[in-house]
């Protein structure tokens, strides 16, 4: 597998910031979270809460971006 690299800087699908490596392609766990949710909202349903959302929770801080201000929608 190859992969194209930009400067050696992914963008994030999500929200396009710069990917962190330890979540690329994503930016963060949240960018991370909220793909697998898209995808998994088309064919399945799931919970609204996993065991690793708690975790990025405490991550945000206060500084999370409610959900309807994302670029998709
Ligand atoms: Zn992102």
């Known amino acids: 597998m190859s992969e194209p ?3 050696g800087q992914e963008l994030c ?4 910031k710069p990917a962190d ?3 690329r392609p994503f ?3 949240r960018c ?3 793909d697998l949710g898209r995808w998994f909202s088309g064919s ?3 919970p609204a809460e996993t ?3 708690s975790d990025a929770d405490a ?3 206060g500084n999370d971006t409610p959900e309807k201000n994302l670029p998709w929608g």
């Open 59 to 61: 991550d945000a801080d």
């Open 44 to 46: 399945y349903a799931i």
């Open 51 to 53: 065991d690793e959302v």
């Open 13 to 16: 699908p999500i929200c396009h």
């Open 27 to 29: 930016c963060s766990k």
């Open 32 to 34: 991370a979270d909220v």
């Open 5 to 7: 690299r930009r400067n």
């Open 21 to 23: 490596p330890r979540y």
